[in-house]
């Protein structure tokens, strides 16, 4: 192949992978997931699990690279930007039980996806966690935690089984 074949060919790559021939783009997501309504959750939740959106979008994005899905944190999403955006928010979180009597944790979060400001599609997951093993030995955040890693591989599975 010649030089100039050669930098045809790269320049044409190039050019589609910029272009819609060559897919939709990366999907935004928020680093920190928000609540929906934050007066509905328990307030020791809200006050003491200040992670929790972060993690949510945190695994999110883990799991969309897992799945072989492009997704890109951003620190807000506007499902009215152009391109292809996930609006993602935690619907509700309960914490009851301790490490004494066993923990009873959930979380709620609902997904829609939007392209070019059109909704696409819309799902809602909800997750519980007991703690898994040993979990007497931790915190309700962090058992709260593993709820949102559980939300986040769902959403991000739901993307995947959407062919995006």
Sequence with gaps: MSMQAGALVVTAVL??????WAGNGAIQVA???????????????????????????KYLNQYATKYGVKTQLVEEVDPKAPGRVLVVEITSAVSTGNAFIGHSKSMSARAELFEDGVSKG????????????MGQYKGSCS?????????????????RDRGE
């Design 31 to 57: 680093m920190d997931v928000p609540y929906k309504d934050k007066t509905i959750i328990e307030t020791k939740i809200v006050d003491e699990c200040t992670q929790l959106g972060t993690k949510l979008g």
């Design 15 to 20: 050019l589609l992978s910029n272009s819609g």
């Design 143 to 159: 058992v709260l935690g593993r709820c949102s890693k559980a939300l986040g591989k769902d959403i991000a599975g739901w993307l």
């Design 122 to 133: 819309l799902v809602n997951f909800s997750r519980s966690s007991g703690g898994g093993f």
